[in-house]
């Protein structure tokens, strides 16, 4: 009985349950019976009927969402989306490459709100975005004269097997 765990629980389903309950108890069904029809244990029906006896129907009706309220509105990620869109060079950082810190800078800049660097990358999930590590390339490399010096000088400078010798005439081998 109840959620298993990790398993998120499904609001409505759960409000469906107890309206369930709720009328079976109505209609004067006994509560161990409506516990094993609506799949519940029987102290949830005891306390389903205790809230219907004093609130009604209105009293089993789903409280909301569960946990802390979110501190950032959808038109406050719709702006951290266009300042991540803009680049790290628009808050003053030299490269373009978006560390946590920088995001967590971006949505202080942006909303007002504080975040740790690890919570930032929550939010970029939220958003889509995916975490990404730099090529680790120089600015300054020359892509043609890589190729250049691995189709000519490469094989030049590379070790290549020796060749063959000749076949051993050593006692120890077996004919």
Given at each position: ?175
């Amino acid at each position: 009985m109840g959620n298993p765990a990790g398993v998120r629980r499904d609001f409505e389903k759960l409000e469906e349950r107890r309206l369930l309950g709720a009328r079976l108890l109505r209609q004067g069904v006994h509560p161990a019976e409506v516990a094993r029809q609506v799949g519940v244990h029987r102290q949830s029906v005891s306390r389903w009927a205790a809230q219907l006896k004093q609130g009604g129907v209105r009293a089993l009706k789903k409280a909301g969402h569960a946990g802390r309220r979110a501190r950032l509105r959808p038109e406050d990620l719709r702006r951290i989306e266009r300042g991540l869109k803009r680049g790290p060079q628009v808050l003053g950082y030299e490269t373009s490459l978006w560390t946590s810190w920088r995001v967590a800078h971006l949505i202080e800049q942006e909303c007002g709100v504080k975040y740790h660097p690890s919570q930032a990358w929550r939010i970029l999930r939220q958003l889509g975005w995916s975490c990404q590590r730099p090529v680790g390339r120089a600015l300054e490399r020359d892509e043609d004269k890589i190729r250049q010096w691995k189709q000519h000088r490469w094989p030049e400078i590379k070790k290549k097997p020796k060749k063959k010798a000749a076949p051993s005439s050593s006692s120890t081998k077996a004919d």
